[in-house]
């Protein structure tokens, strides 16, 4: 077994005890225990690490070596621990500050939902506030410090400055229609389609328009008679069920409909939009407790699917 799964807290609770104040039976009174019981958890430790951490030095003890060796990891990760326990306990207990969330739409609709539902039923305090938009507004207010983190694709390079982006899943764009449309259910469509039906495109600006761009140039498909740029996927929504529009959005979007076969998507090569989704946050910013407790909701829900 790995020697760090059996060292427990109370080890090192006894052996930064014993170090601190040189005397076994003095930290024995400290920590609500007996002498014996201190003793027997120190020689634990020194089983499980396979070294002798504290010397007889006279009538008092000192640390070896290897003890002092330990003891500035020891130390530190007894910190880590307990800083962890109370801030589990403030957020718990106290209304801190806000967790700002910018969900761009590949998430809104199917990541979000469930990751705010995990903390509210989590029992912490903070306010939660979860903002959508355009990309590029979603990464002023992150930038500006309006919002704690933005999840969504992996914006182009030059709109990083001063962001970090941590991958979480993959996702690509696909052409939708709804399930009444006249093309749902063929198995091949012509190339100029686009000029044959009203199309929702993503407008310049917006993450996934250099990825439909280049889709349709390698398809070798026809530019769009009828286009109406948006990014609302609730307009989105609701236009495709109320025409005959086909969709070019990120599936992630749509994904819910497509399972329930409400919307259907074209038979149309977009492997080349595959692109990454995830964590966007600021460089070398120390977030608060829930903040970061909120992320790791959002990287346990994508490891999930």
């Known amino acids: 077994m790995d020697i760090s799964r059996r060292i427990k807290i109370r080890h090192l609770e006894a052996f930064v005890e014993v170090a601190r104040q040189k005397s076994v039976g003095r930290a024995a009174i400290t920590l609500s225990l007996t002498q014996p019981a201190v003793t027997r958890t120190i ?7 396979g070294a002798a951490l504290i010397e007889r030095d ?9 003890g002092e060796v330990f003891l500035s990891h020891a130390g530190s990760g007894l910190a880590a621990v307990r800083g962890g326990i109370a801030a ?15 969900a761009l739409p590949t998430v809104s609709a199917t990541i979000m939902p469930g990751a ?24 002023d207010q992150l930038r500006k410090g309006d919002l704690d983190l933005v999840m969504g694709r992996m914006p182009a390079p030059e709109n990083m400055a001063s962001l970090r982006f941590e991958p979480l899943y993959r996702d690509r764009v696909v052409f939708i229609v709804a399930g009444a449309h006249p093309l749902s259910g063929q198995r091949q469509v012509a190339a100029d389609i686009l000029a044959q039906h009203p ?8 993450i996934i328009h250099p990825f439909v761009e280049r889709v349709m140039l390698e398809q070798g498909m026809a530019r769009p008679v009828q286009a109406v740029e ?4 609730s307009f989105g929504r609701a236009f ?23 919307f259907v998507e074209l038979p149309i090569d977009t ?3 595959m692109g990454a989704v995830g964590l966007i946050t600021r460089e070398g910013d120390r977030q608060h407790d829930a903040a970061v407790f909120f992320a790791d909701i959002l990287r346990r829900r994508t490891a999930q699917n």
């Open 230 to 233: 948006t990014v609302s996927d």
């Open 116 to 139: 705010v539902a995990d903390f509210l039923a989590s029992g912490l305090k903070s306010p939660l506030r979860v903002s959508t938009g355009e990309n590029r507004v979603l990464l």
């Open 199 to 206: 199309v929702l495109v993503p407008p310049a600006g917006s």
């Open 271 to 273: 492997s080349s939009t």
């Open 43 to 49: 020689r634990e430790l020194e089983q499980i690490v």
């Open 88 to 102: 589990l306990a403030n957020v718990a207990t106290a209304s801190g500050p806000p967790v700002r969330i910018g």
């Open 240 to 262: 495709l069920r109320a025409s005959n529009a086909i969709w070019i959005i990120s599936r992630g979007v749509v994904a819910a409909e497509i399972a329930s076969g409400e």
């Open 58 to 66: 006279g009538r008092g003890i000192r640390l070896s070596h290897q």
